[in-house]
């Protein structure tokens, strides 16, 4: 029997890839009901497929596609990038939690608490913070990126928004918060809710092992995370990747897919290292990389684009 820690993005899907497919799992989470998670920002292509696996059509949740992401000022088009209600797809998702004694198989989701792994060595935490708020502005990304992290404001649609930060410090990123209201027009007001949370800032291979003892984990908790904060398809991609090799009775290739999987996510963690060193060559030479693989799947950008951006 199969015992899940943590319904997230990267539990809930792997719990429904189970059940569908005649394995016995349960899931159990700390929280007793869904709350106003952050993260609501998906890129629909990947969101659409990975999820239609468990039948569940993302076009149910989404809350607005937005025409640009506009990066320190610069206007790029959007591709791929949406916004879809987390909130409700997780509370679709949900059943009733049960833990089980004495599981075969402990998966731990339980982000960047990682409560069942061993600690990583070394391990980033970027502390983050963000508001639900009210603002009348025209519906796009708006971005604003420093070497010591970035702010966002992402459109829910009826004119609400998450606007928030991660950074080196809390110090920081409230700083970047006040600087992207100033450059963009997002007024200061009463947010409907705010909340405090952390985000990996390590890439799989940092975060080994991914599997120990009978305890085997996904998303966050391993690191799925990209440079620029992204971790809702890497987890989902890191559950579809664990039930694979689980099918295929070889869990002991599941580091070795990982790594090789979300490769990506290795470069772009390794953009972020050589940013906050201001290491401007390595970042010159990783650039061409994360621009060809995300200009596919995000925004239309080019190297030069970035490199203005950035000021690089
Ligand atoms: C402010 C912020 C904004 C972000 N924005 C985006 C975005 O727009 N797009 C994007 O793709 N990514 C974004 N991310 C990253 C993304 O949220 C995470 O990478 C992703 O949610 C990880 O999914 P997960 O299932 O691994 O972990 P989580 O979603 O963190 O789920 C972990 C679950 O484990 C539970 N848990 C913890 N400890 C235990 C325990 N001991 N026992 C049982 N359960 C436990 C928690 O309650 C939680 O429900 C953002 C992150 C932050 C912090």
Not at 66 to 73: A, L, M, S, Y
Not at 265 to 284: D, I, T
Request: hydrophobic share 40%; glycine share 8%; net charge positive.
């Amino acid at each position: 029997m199969i015992q899940i820690f943590g319904a997230g993005v990267a539990g809930t899907y792997l719990y429904h890839l189970f059940e569908q497919n005649g394995y016995k799992a349960n899931i159990f989470d700390v929280r007793s009901s869904v709350d106003c998670r952050c993260a609501w920002g998906i890129i629909y292509s990947e969101a659409k497929e990975l999820y239609s696996r468990i039948g569940v059509d993302i076009d149910d949740y989404l809350l607005s596609k937005p025409e640009c992401v506009v990066v320190n000022g610069v206007v790029l088009k959007n591709k791929n990038i949406v916004t879809f209600d987390k909130k409700k797809l997780l509370r679709d998702l949900w059943v009733d939690f049960k833990k089980i004694e004495n599981p075969e198989l402990i998966i731990d989701a339980t982000g960047t608490s990682r409560a069942f792994l061993p600690p990583i060595k070394q391990d980033r935490l970027f502390p983050t913070v963000q508001y639900l708020e009210k603002q009348k502005i025209e519906e796009n990304i708006y971005i604003l990126a420093k070497n010591t992290g970035y702010s966002w404001a992402f459109p829910l649609g009826n004119n609400m928004w998450h606007v928030g930060a991660g950074a080196l410090s809390l110090e920081d990123a409230n700083e970047l918060i006040r600087k992207l209201r100033e450059k963009y027009g997002f007024k200061s007001c009463e947010a409907e809710c705010s909340c405090l949370a952390k985000i990996r800032m390590l890439p799989p291979s940092k975060c080994r092992p991914f599997i120990y003892q009978n305890v085997c984990g996904v998303g966050e908790a391993i690191g799925c995370v990209s440079g620029a904060g992204e971790g809702n398809v890497p987890a989902l991609i890191s559950s579809k990747v664990l039930f694979g090799c689980i099918e295929r009775n070889k869990l002991g290739e599941y580091e070795n897919c990982i790594v090789k999987e979300l490769e990506w996510l290795e470069v772009e963690q390794k953009f972020v290292e050589a940013m906050l060193n201001k290491k401007r060559f390595s970042m010159l030479r990783l650039l061409p990389k994360i621009v060809k693989f995300e200009r596919e799947r995000t925004v239309e950008h080019s190297v030069e684009t970035i490199r203005s951006i950035l000021g690089i």
